[in-house]
């Protein structure tokens, strides 16, 4: 993989069109059906975050240029748990509805666990949920029904570039459940040699010089630094930061983890920040939302 | 922690007598509850394998002895898998037995995974339901019912020698979902930085030499090199191995992972085998139990 930078952009793109081509299919396999072979998703955000309500805008977006249906829901910011949890469960029971995603993060007062663990496990999307997370980790039985998107996402972008994690040394920054553990636990069962560091970590210096693949999810611009990196090391960079930026009309720029052209120079190929992982999360949200329809289908 | 090897024997001992006072408390306290507050352990085992009759034979006696009851099941190894399903839902519905243990390996033919998920997630006292391993292996969300014998019992091991895993260096030999990878996670939580090494890892000696902490469950005889140990390194070794001895009646001994001599004179503590973690997974079955038994209690 010695992939210029910019073509990670790409590969999101060809995802969601090979995401299109299996919903035209399963539209004329399954016309039948009550919803016509669509699959669909429902998006709900609580409250009026702007980082939300853009996440969920693309979510939408990127679901109806795929020929997904999105239904979306917008409950107000002091909406109670439980009308929240009642709305999941009419979710649950709807036939026409095959993922959830209840963006996060909720409200303070809302809890995640209880709120998450509503969704119907066919229907868990997102693959948060405890018994989801679970197969995840352990290999050898069943799948988890959905593997979490950025994870996903962070190990298709590596297999798409023909780079095999088997017997390298793996080091990723951020143990968070979202990102960081189920990247090392997919690592892990790719065969790599996984080191997870975390604020707790001494001398992550000395880790990341050893790693033949590098995966930041650590949220600090310039947190990695190039001097860190072995020549032809690969860089995941998840981070999404907003720095300063007196040049842009919104007076902020988004930028990853990684000292961005100092490990250009290093890295035998490096994720950008926009464009790389983060394009690849809702990918892989259209693709675990087809797999749930694809299977409740085959299932009626 | 510089604890003369002799020392760990003792710890196994120790929590058993703390396992029998909590015991005894429960039978004063809930000697009205249908059971008479005795907490209760189903143990099932199908077939005759020898190490497994041996297993269960001393997981049987330590209930015993700590004042809990144990029920003993023993199915023919040409069940049928129902039969055994059937089993367990009845150990499910009964008040009397509070854990239900599955002895494995199962024999051939037999699905471990569907058994196992059989097993009410509250009697679940191996905690290998993928629900409680999905809570197990996330942090900040719902603790699991219960966390598997042998990784609880090396992590009690390192607290009751005062060993703060924090900010440590530890090296995972074996990433299996019985021991490898619950240690490697519940390490993690504790703020170790963990690496985990497998069958694939290349050059795992030059990682065990950065280790502060060095965890085997490999199951090779020898396979921890002594000069791979970094001067005042705690090595846990959970490794069981029989080799040949003629001097030994039943013609052979039972080893650890680690080369012993060499290695005593290099670690600042090291778990004998047999005698170190081998006795502590059996008083965190004893304590698994009890933790059950007493969340039933209070909910009756
Ligand atoms: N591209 C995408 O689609 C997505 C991008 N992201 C981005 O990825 C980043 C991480 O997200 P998320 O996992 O949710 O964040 P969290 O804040 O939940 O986790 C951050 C992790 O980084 C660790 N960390 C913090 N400071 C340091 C430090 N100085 N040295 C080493 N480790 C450190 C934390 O350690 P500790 O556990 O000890 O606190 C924690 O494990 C963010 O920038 C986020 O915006 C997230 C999701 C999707
Ligand atoms: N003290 C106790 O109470 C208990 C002791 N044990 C003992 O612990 C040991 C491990 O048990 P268990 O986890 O069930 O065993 P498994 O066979 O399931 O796992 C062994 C692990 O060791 C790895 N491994 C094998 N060969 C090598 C090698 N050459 N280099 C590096 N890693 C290697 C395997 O890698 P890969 O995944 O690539 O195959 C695997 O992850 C056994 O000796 C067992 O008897 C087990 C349970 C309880």
Redo the contacts between chains.
Sequence with gaps: MAAPPAAFAATAATVREEVAVRVAALKSRYADNVCGGTPGLAVVIVGERKDSQTYVRSKRAACEAAGIASFGYELPADSSQESLIDLIRTLNDRTDVHGILVQLPLPAGMN??VVLDAIALDKDVDGF??????????????PPRAVPCTPKGVIELLDRYGVDP??KRAVILG?S?IVG?PVA?LL?HR?A??????S???NVGD?VREADIVVSAVGRPGYVKAEWLKPGVVVVDVGINAVDDATKKRGYRLVGDVEWEGALSVASAITPVPGGVGPMTIAMLLVNTVDAAERSFQHQ
């Design positions: 995640d666990e949920h405890a018994l989801n997370f679970g197969r995840l980790a352990m290999a050898g039985r069943s088997a017997g143990r459940n553990l636990l892990m065969n040699t996984v080191t997870v560091c975390h707790k970590t001494v880790l």
